[in-house]
């Protein structure tokens, strides 16, 4: 077969195999009332494969070839087998050789540094897609034990979707996960063939139609600061300040610290968790 021959049968290929799956199969929502198509719309494939309802649809249409991300995306979402994987590829001229994962990213020492010495403030280092690199104990007494949580899961955005706890700390929980949803789009933007940020939108569009919608509504954001609202369990209702500092040997990495100012119910809740910390009170059992 020739380019527009090969295009043509992969765009039949993932017509057939997108129509053999139903919403419920990947996680979607059920939608009331009967659906005027067999299995998934193309924009629900294209929400869960991290690409844009017009690619797929080119895609589809064989006027468009797909890279190897999006192609590794397409398979996972289609839950394809290893020989459909494999097929799905050759159609595409690309190696169905699995990409090897990313090994978990350190956190750069200077950060690592100014992490240990906030022996009183909440801090993080959050990494591309806002990977959790690094923490320290007060961060863990505010947020959640981080240590407890699979090193290829700790990401901040995904544990605001998918962590029960980590969700109930938000009173205003919509407005802070809308707000994740458009610091991922941003990071798209920036990477839009990263494979890893393309996995994780997909998860999280099959798990939450809240992010479903709002990663289709393509807003974006970057904010350096601001106010943070929490309702922690030991320390009550908290208002914090958050700043980022970036490292400048790596602009990916950044350190996110949590302040209040003296006098507020924010700085007696930090002082709160940090005697009980000093005390070695594991304040992240809730």
């Known amino acids: 077969m020739n380019d527009a021959a090969h295009r043509s049968e992969l765009g039949d290929f993932l017509r057939?195999?997108?129509?053999?799956?139903?919403?419920?199969?990947v996680g979607l929502p059920g939608t009331a009332?009967?659906?005027?198509?067999?299995?998934?719309r193309r924009e629900e494939v294209a929400a869960l494969t991290s690409i844009s309802t017009d690619h797929y649809t080119r895609l589809?249409?064989?006027?468009?070839?797909?890279?190897?991300?999006?192609?590794?995306?397409?398979?996972?979402?289609?839950?394809?087998?290893?020989?459909?994987?494999?097929?799905?590829?050759?159609?595409?001229?690309?190696?169905?050789?699995?990409p090897?994962?990313?090994?978990?990213?350190?956190?750069?020492?200077?950060?690592?540094?100014?992490?240990?010495?906030?022996?009183?403030?909440?801090?993080?280092?959050?990494?591309?897609?806002?990977?959790?690199?690094?923490?320290?104990?007060?961060?863990?007494?505010l947020f959640i034990d981080f240590a407890r949580v699979p090193p290829q899961e700790r990401n901040f955005v995904r544990l605001v979707f998918t962590d029960p706890a980590f969700r109930a700390l938000y009173p205003d929980w919509a407005y802070t996960a809308q707000a994740c949803a458009a610091q991922l789009r941003m990071e798209a933007a920036l990477d839009p063939d990263d494979?890893?940020?393309?996995?994780?939108?997909?998860?999280?569009?099959?798990?939450?139609?809240?992010?479903?919608?709002?990663?289709?509504?393509?807003?974006?954001?970057?904010?350096?600061?601001g106010a943070k609202r929490l309702r922690h369990p030991i320390a009550g209702d908290l208002t914090l300040d958050w700043s980022t500092l970036t490292c400048a040997a790596d602009p990916g990495q950044?350190?996110?610290?949590?302040?209040?100012?003296?006098?507020?119910p924010g700085h007696d809740g930090l002082r709160l968790l940090a005697a009980r910390v000093s005390d070695g009170v594991a304040t992240a059992e809730r």
């Open 254 to 264: 950044q350190l996110i610290t949590l302040t209040a100012e003296p006098g507020t």
């Open 33 to 40: 009332g009967r659906r005027r198509v067999t299995g998934l």
């Open 16 to 25: 057939a195999r997108r129509e053999e799956l139903n919403p419920a199969a």
């Open 195 to 225: 494979p890893e940020l393309a996995e994780l939108v997909g998860e999280l569009s099959a798990r939450d139609p809240d992010f479903l919608r709002w990663w289709g509504a393509h807003e974006v954001a970057v904010r350096s600061e």
């Open 100 to 141: 090897r994962r990313r090994a978990v990213r350190e956190a750069q020492p200077q950060l690592r540094r100014l992490l240990d010495d906030l022996t009183s403030t909440p801090a993080v280092v959050l990494g591309r897609r806002t990977d959790v690199l690094a923490w320290n104990p007060m961060a863990a007494a």
């Open 60 to 98: 589809e249409q064989g006027r468009r070839q797909a890279s190897e991300p999006v192609l590794d995306a397409l398979a996972r979402v289609l839950r394809l087998g290893d020989d459909e994987r494999a097929y799905l590829f050759g159609l595409s001229g690309k190696d169905a050789a699995r």
